[in-house]
Every structure is written in C-alpha cells, then in structure tokens.
Nanobody, 123 residues
C-alpha cells in the first residue's frame, strides 16, 4: 500500500515557476515508478511526466518537455516536479501516481493516486 500527498500548487503568473512535491508513505516507494498527471474540468486526465523506480528513466509529455523536470529522492520518499516557464495552458489539478517499477504513460497502469494539487497560471 502506498499513500500519496501532493503539495506545492498555487497561483503563478505566466512565465513563472512552481515546484510540486509528492510525499509517499509505505515501505515500497523505492520500487515504485512515479508519474504526474493533470486534469482540467471536462477533460480527460493527461500524462505529464514519469520517472522509473531507480530514477534513471524519465519521460515527459511533448507539451512540457524542456520546461518541466521530474526527480525523486528515495531516501525521503518524495517525487518532485519542477515547472518552469509556466503557461496558462498548464492550469490544472496535478496528481501524482505510483505503480511498480517501470514508468508508464497510461493512467490505468497506476495503482495509487494522490488527491491532487491545483496549479493556476494567470496570463
């Protein structure tokens, strides 16, 4: 069992930065791949970024590539999403998710989810 709690969301102007964190409880964090997804009202949840259990593999959606960076600290049971050069289109509720070992793009592959944190980017 893995419990996830996101933090770090907020209101920021376009061009600004935010750092989201996801704190995980449970002894299996170091064997979990972690993903970040986002969702706006009326739209499906979309993949943002993911990192493998070891941290050696990462993947990003094309829309955030070069602006967002995912990282993890297995000693602290945390995964972070550094978001730079934010755009109004990045406005969404951001969720972290966990699954065993290898990263995946499909939300259905993830077993555990946090409650989400709101990111609002003003123009």
């Amino acid at each position: 069992q893995v419990q996830l709690v996101e933090s770090g969301g907020g209101l920021v102007q376009a061009g600004g930065s935010l750092r989201l964190s996801c704190a995980a409880s449970g002894r299996t964090f170091s064997t979990q791949a972690m993903g970040w997804f986002r969702q706006t009202p009326g739209k499906v949840r979309e993949f943002v970024a993911a990192i493998s259990w070891s941290g050696r593999g990462t993947s990003y959606a094309d829309s955030v590539k070069g602006r967002f960076t995912i990282s993890r600290d297995n000693a602290k049971n945390t995964v972070n999403l550094q978001m730079n050069s934010l755009k109004p289109d990045d406005t969404a509720t951001y969720y972290c998710a966990a699954r065993p070992y290898n990263l995946e793009y499909n939300e259905r592959a993830y077993d555990y989810w946090g409650q989400g944190t709101q990111v609002t980017v003003s123009s």
